[in-house]
């Protein structure tokens, strides 16, 4: 098939040209390591444990990947990394062991290839992430992939994004099963329809403030439908709310989430109505959404025949048709790819793109189970199609069954993991192939591992769910892994897996084990796992589990004591700080956009003849900027005249700044009353934007220490 030429933005060559420059500056230490980490964060660059090297994430809306998109992953991974990329949960996918210096030339082979790393950390929102089954889901009620992907490209490199207190997700799903995970997204949508005058409405349900975490939460139903034709504004109209109630100064508590938690969804829907007033009146336009194609629902088709004759009913294709192929209308179907941990090598990367061209021309799809997904593969290609996947090692069967486990990169990259999760990953795979060989009577049962209490694994909505934590056994540190019983999110309920149990990594494995075992001796018939434990209790299955929580002594048992893939004792002196929450830079940078963002309203009163209101908007935008720049030497205050006085003597006084600021007060702490007559208002407007544009200046000379320093008189 040949490459579709992409056509590379101006935008988008000069804000990776511009990444470059930052890099230089920041190693010739002529900016703040802090300041730094913001900046590539919003770029999608990772700080990894490992001093110097970098996660590159890419982001991919809605899982979609063509051949060609295929062809340049396997390229960077290839050159650039160590030969292996990473399957996400939220379908981006990620490289490890990037060279800082390496990364503008990554940026420019994916813009080229259609592809961004753009937002895909920091305080931004997300990859916007689809079923994976959209567009050929037999029970979906439309193909919800158009709206994703609008939603995701109109709010890509959107000023509203780019500040924001937290990270924010949205998801879509195509029916009320639930594949897309709307209940732990700050928006989830789901599709709907409603009849108006005989005619089909189409629409979403909309579930708002669901995510994980340390502080799990489920999202609240918002409303039970939203035309398609006011998505956008209501995700702008949400992002903005976020952007200005969110809590900045608590990291831990700045997620959607705890809004609603504190609003509630009654004061939130005011609040939404007002801010959609607000654009309303702001004459904002929006690119126009498709309507969907009118699709009848129908119940999933009954699974594929083995396609061979020749196949026995135990081999490995028949089990391989049994769990990996889902069965589509009109002799077609949909083929799993199950990734070992999420991770796949660079000749899987090129084999997919071969296997692409050949049997799924509209491309793949990477799943929020760390997998891949072919589209309207022909029944009759199927039993080629395998063994095409057997020749790059892709053929494995058990896709999102209990033998597929979902692990997060963990401690061997990641700085704020506590344990090794892809490394207990690898054992459990490990521990089933060998002890598990069947495992068809476990549909629905998954593993989900996380390194540490965020949830990156998604432990909190799995069947099986745990996550890394640190604790004493006989008097050494042990790692150890927190037990989550119980997840899902489903059409019928969601819920959040619990329990007490802490285990030693190594006791683990056969844990799980114990588990299956505890489970097929006494469930009832047609009985899941999850209503298992329900029924038999989290409390009871866990006290026949207490065993697993001892070891024996150090010199007994040495190996114990060790993490899964580590030689060395295990320790948490390596820990990083974590990169997702933000630090400093992002409320001198917010303070520094408010300012600016309301001395242009300032602006615009002046025009409407709102003397008073501009002269108001023009104090809160000079205090927004005294404290952005405040906040470098650890001041701030609630009182006004405390931050001018503070502003005087640090910035004014010491030449950082110059004395145009004392042109706002009489005396410290004292604002002047200032002439209303229009050109004196004007005049003040100016004068307060040169300031705030001397402010923005200042910040930008920020060296490497953080310190502010005065400006360099112009040469002669």
């Known amino acids: ?149 609008k939603v995701a490209y109109h709010l890509l490199r959107n000023p509203i994004t780019q500040d924001m207190p937290r990270k924010f997700k949205i998801s879509f799903s195509g029916c009320q099963s639930e594949c897309g995970l709307a209940a732990i997204h700050d928006i ?40 398609i034709d006011e998505v956008l504004v209501t995700c702008e109209a949400i992002l903005r709310i976020f952007d200005k109630h969110g809590d900045r100064r608590r990291k831990s508590k700045a997620r959607m989430k705890f809004i609603l938690e504190k609003w509630g969804m009654d004061l939130f829907k005011e609040k939404v109505s007002e801010e959609l007033a607000a654009l309303k009146k702001e004459g904002r336009e929006y690119p126009a959404l ?47 790819i199950k990734l070992t941990l999420g991770d796949i090598t660079v000749a899987q990367f090129r084999g997919l793109a071969d296997v692409v061209d050949r049997y799924s021309p509209d491309g793949l799809r990477t799943t929020h189970q760390q997998n891949m997904l072919l589209h309207s593969i022909h029944r009759k290609d199927l039993p080629d199609l395998y063994g095409a996947l057997c020749e790059i090692g892709l053929a494995e069967a058990g896709a999102e069954r209990v033998v597929d486990v979902i692990a997060c990169p963990g401690a061997e990259t990641c700085q704020l993991a506590l344990t090794s999760s892809m490394g207990l990953g690898g054992a459990l795979v490990e521990s089933f192939s060998k002890d598990l060989p069947e495992y068809e ?73 114990e588990m ?24 009871q299955f866990c006290e026949q589990l207490e065993r697993f929580t001892s070891l024996p002594t150090q010199e007994a048992a040495p190996d114990a004591y060790l993490d899964w893939k580590e030689e060395k004792a295990f320790t948490l002196d390596d820990l990083g700080p974590g990169e997702c929450s933000g630090t400093v830079i992002d409320m001198i940078e917010y303070a520094l956009r408010m300012g600016r963002e309301t001395i242009e309203k300032a602006a615009l009163a002046v025009k409407n003849s709102e003397y008073s209101e501009a002269v108001k908007l ?22 006004e005249d405390e931050i001018l006085k503070e502003f005087q003597h640090k910035l004014v006084e010491q030449g950082i700044l110059s004395e145009g600021f004392e042109y706002f007060t009489a005396d410290l702490g004292v604002w002047t009353d200032f002439d209303m007559a229009s050109t004196s208002v004007s005049t003040h407007i100016e004068r307060a934007a040169a300031l705030i544009a001397e402010c923005q200046a200042a910040y930008d000379r920020m060296d490497a220490s953080m310190k502010l320093r005065k400006k360099e008189p112009a040469k002669t």
């Open 516 to 539: 299956v075992r505890i489970y097929r001796e006494k469930h009832q018939e047609k009985e899941n796992f999850n209503d298992f434990v329900e029924r038999f209790g989290r409390k």
């Open 618 to 639: 023009m104090r809160e935008a000079i205090l927004f900027e005294c404290r952005a720049l405040l906040y470098t030497y650890g001041i701030d205050s609630p009182h």
């Open 290 to 336: 498709p309507r969907p194609l009118q699709k009848t629902p129908s119940q999933p088709l009954s699974m594929v025949q083995n396609g061979n004759g020749a196949q026995t009913a135990d081999s490995e294709y028949a089990r391989w048709m049994r769990t990996n192929v889902v069965p589509r209308p009109e002799e077609r179907c949909a083929v799993q």
């Open 441 to 513: 009577d476990l549909e629905g049962l998954r593993v989900r591992i996380s390194g540490c209490p965020n949830s990156c694994g998604h432990h909190h909505i799995a069947g099986i769910g745990f996550h890394g934590v640190a604790k004493k056994v006989n008097g050494t540190l042990v790692p150890h892994y927190q037990l989550h019983l119980g997840g899902k999110v489903d059409a019928e309920a969601s819920v959040i897996g619990s329990s007490n149990l802490k285990i030693p990594a190594k006791n683990i494995p056969s844990m799980v084990l």
């Open 188 to 227: 989830g949508f789901i599709a709907e329809s409603r009849e108006v005058a005989g005619e089909t409405v189409y629409g979403f349900k909309v579930l708002v403030g669901g995510g994980l975490g340390s502080h799990p939460k489920l999202a609240m139903l918002y409303t039970e439908f939203l035309p």
């Open 1 to 149: 098939m040949e490459q579709t030429q992409v056509v590379v933005t101006e935008e988008v060559t000069k804000e990776i040209e511009n990444f470059g420059v930052q890099v230089a500056r920041f190693k010739n230490k002529e900016i703040p390591e802090e300041k730094f980490k913001r900046f590539r964060l919003q770029y999608g660059i990772y700080g990894q444990r490992q001093a110097g090297l970098q996660m590159v994430r890419v982001k991919i809306p809605s899982g979609l990947l063509n051949a060609q998109k295929l062809r340049c992953l396997a390229d960077i991974s290839e050159k650039y990394t160590k030969g292996i990329g990473h399957v996400t949960t939220r379908q981006d996918i990620q490289f490890h062991y990037v060279d800082l210096d390496h990364v503008t030339t990554i940026m420019t082979q994916l813009a080229e290839a259609g592809l961004t790393t753009r937002e895909a950390c920091g305080n931004t929102v997300r990859n916007v992430t689809a079923c994976q089954h959209a567009g050929t889901c037999p029970t979906e009620l439309f193909d919800v992939t158009p709206y994703g992907e």
